[in-house]
């Protein structure tokens, strides 16, 4: 079993930053991709950014230039940083495990990002 863990929201201005980290613990050693995802009220969970073990990334179309996920395989940790937030940017984000080999994928409970105009 692989628990994911998220922590780093909060509430912050329009133009400011925050960096997210998620940390995956127990048997990680299949885990092959991590990513962010998230949900705003009302509408569906959306893409924000994977990254694989070996360090590739995929970010959604949108958010390129603004947010940028890295990852620590040795801490079993990624990380979101997001700049020049937007109030648009509100929602819970998740953090996501892949464990491709297994064909299962873990999710953690959530952090709230809530940017303010």
């Known amino acids: 079993q692989v628990q994911v863990v998220e922590s780093g929201g909060g509430l912050v201005q329009a133009g400011g930053s925050l960096r997210l980290s998620c940390t995956a613990s127990?048997?990680?050693?299949?885990?092959?991709?991590m990513g962010w995802h998230r949900q705003a009220p009302g509408k569906q969970r959306e893409l924000v950014a994977t990254?694989?073990?070996?360090?590739?990334?995929n970010y959604a179309d949108s958010l390129k230039g603004r947010f940028t996920i890295s990852r620590d395989n040795a801490k079993n940790t990624v990380y979101l940083q997001m700049n020049s937030l937007k109030p648009e940017d509100t929602a819970a984000y998740y953090c996501?495990?892949?464990?491709?080999?297994?064909?299962?994928?873990?999710w953690g409970q959530g952090t709230q990002v809530t940017v303010s105009s």
């Open positions: 127990g048997s990680t050693f299949s885990i092959s991709a």
């Open positions: 990254i694989t073990r070996g360090g590739s990334t």
């Open positions: 996501n495990a892949a464990d491709t080999y297994n064909q299962r994928s873990y």
